[in-house]
């Protein structure tokens, strides 16, 4: 179905908030009515178990192995013999309609396989947009929350997601203050910040949770204070860089899955770029298609359109609807659903910006960031 969004958890990553790859098909299954991997209704379960640990499915080979990402472990035993491995299953969902855009989130960085990957530069209906939850920039204190990964081997990963998908909007979680945290591992977080100026980052300050390793066996021992106040200068830089890369905005064409009105204005149109920033742009006619000559349409709900970006913020873009198109169209004519590269923008475009940017600050503004004491 055009523009249906797929949420999916990756199967590793955690017992208590895993969504397997048969309840992502159940849920395809259940929106679309085609289940990817040819399960019998029947055989769906809802359960939260990791999907390795349900029987092996009768299937033939995978097309892309499952390992780990490079300088990544994981408590987990490895998959069984006839498991569907994420990277099979995100590339079947893929498959069911060209039209179908699908995101997932929210894995453990370790489930980041170079197989994951290759679907999503492979499949032009997978979008770009990776939610990596870092927790902290310290490999000692990583150590301590037994994350299974290193400083080192974080940022590398990120150097892979970056040359393989380029383009690719990233976001992050971030904790402030877990047991043990010196100004020194506070100091490696920043600098993780300001390293990849990720998209949108959820950062909050340690607290316990009752039943995990830390709760029962690690002492929480930085001051209340100290942990707001170490909070506050890594929302500060994730700002700063948010706001690099909202000026890098101004110019692109994006490909937008239209939602609907804005909520302060009925003559203002919102949705979603690829990159899952909020856009918003006037509701008028434009052509409806790429092709020169295409006969004007109004936007509708489910339609994708091409927008070009007149002016940018740290959680929305102002923009130009330039056409209606679908999915397959901006594809062929552009090479991929990732915003084009910036160009000059029209007097007419300029004249857009002045007014989009009269109109004051969107309520989408704030989406990309979010801060916690909790």
Request: overall charge positive.
């Amino acid at each position: 179905r055009q523009g249906l969004l797929v949420l999916a958890m990756f199967e590793y990553t955690s017992w208590w908030h895993c969504l397997d790859a048969w309840q992502l098909a159940f849920a395809v299954k259940s929106a679309c009515g085609v289940c990817p991997l040819g399960i019998p209704a029947s055989l769906f379960t809802q359960s939260l178990r990791p999907y390795a640990t349900h029987p092996p499915l009768t299937l033939p080979p995978p097309p892309h192995p499952q390992p780990r990402a490079q300088g990544f472990r994981s408590v987990y035993r490895p998959r069984r013999a006839g498991a569907v491995s994420f990277a099979e299953l995100l590339d079947r969902v893929a498959e069911i309609d060209p039209e179908l855009r699908v995101r997932f989130t929210s894995p453990h960085p370790k489930d980041f396989s170079d197989a994951v990957l290759r679907v999503i530069a492979d499949r032009p209906n997978v979008c770009t947009q990776l939610h990596m939850p870092a927790q902290s920039g310290s490999s000692a204190v990583l150590a301590a929350m037994r994350r299974g990964y290193t400083r080192e081997a974080y940022d590398a990963l990120v150097d892979r997601v970056r040359a393989a998908l380029p383009g690719v909007a990233l976001s992050t979680d971030m904790i402030s203050g877990f047991c043990g945290e010196t100004p020194a591992d506070h100091a490696a977080s920043l600098d993780l910040m300001v390293r990849h100026a990720f998209d949108a980052a959820f950062t909050f300050a340690y607290s316990d949770r009752e039943r995990t390793h830390a709760a029962r066996h690690l002492a929480d021992d930085v001051a209340p204070a100290e942990k707001l106040r170490r909070l506050g200068e890594l929302v500060a830089a994730h700002r700063a860089g948010l706001h690099r890369r909202a000026a890098e905005e101004r110019g692109r064409t994006h490909l937008v899955l239209v939602e609907g009105a804005s909520r302060r204005s009925p003559a203002v149109l919102t949705g979603r770029t690829d990159t899952f920033k909020r856009a918003l742009f006037a509701d008028v006619a434009v052509p409806g298609g790429l092709a020169p000559g295409s006969r004007p349409v109004r936007l509708a709900p489910g339609d994708y359109a091409a927008v070009r970006v007149v002016a940018a913020t740290g959680g929305a873009l102002r923009a130009v609807a330039l056409a209606r198109t679908t999915l397959t169209e901006f594809v062929a004519v552009h090479g991929s659903a990732l915003p084009l590269a910036r160009a000059e923008l029209t007097p007419a475009e300029l004249a857009a910006a002045a007014e989009l940017l009269a109109a004051g600050r969107s309520e989408e503004e704030s989406g990309t960031l979010q801060a916690s004491a909790g």
